[in-house]
């Protein structure tokens, strides 16, 4: 059964920084997307980061370009997101996703999730 488990959020400054990590347990993502999403009170979901496979390709949702980066540590069978020069409006709870194909976009599109980890920016 596959699990992903997201640690690393809390409350930060503006200004600073925090670096998530998902860990995956019962299967392996090295050749497929993973991804972070977001959902702040009252929003939908939607992609922050993605991974298209390891040493692959990312995106950037244009919000976060230049400030966050997606990264992988396959021997850990992780994927970590970095944080940088947090905002206010970064605050929302954090989801790692994993999908079994390619050219994922939405939401319904990954077919794995973790429980979320909440981030919070104070102005």
């Known amino acids: 059964q596959v699990q992903l488990v997201e640690s690393g959020g809390g409350l930060v400054q503006a200004g600073g920084s925090l670096r998530l990590s998902c860990e995956v347990s019962g299967g392996s993502f090295v050749s497929f997307p993973m991804a972070w999403f977001r959902q702040a009170p009252g929003k939908e979901r939607s992609l922050v980061a993605r991974?298209?496979?390891?040493?692959?390709?990312?995106y950037y949702t244009d919000s976060v370009k230049g400030r966050f980066t997606i990264s992988r540590d396959d021997h850990r069978n992780a994927v970590h997101l970095q944080m940088n020069n947090l905002r206010p409006e970064d605050t929302a709870v954090y989801y790692c996703?994993?999908?079994?194909?390619?050219?994922?976009?939405?939401?319904?599109?990954?077919?794995?999730w973790g429980q979320g980890t909440q981030v919070t920016v104070s102005s």
């Open positions: 996703a994993a999908a079994l194909r390619y050219g994922v976009v939405a939401a319904d599109d990954f077919d794995y």
């Open positions: 991974s298209d496979w390891s040493g692959g390709s990312t």
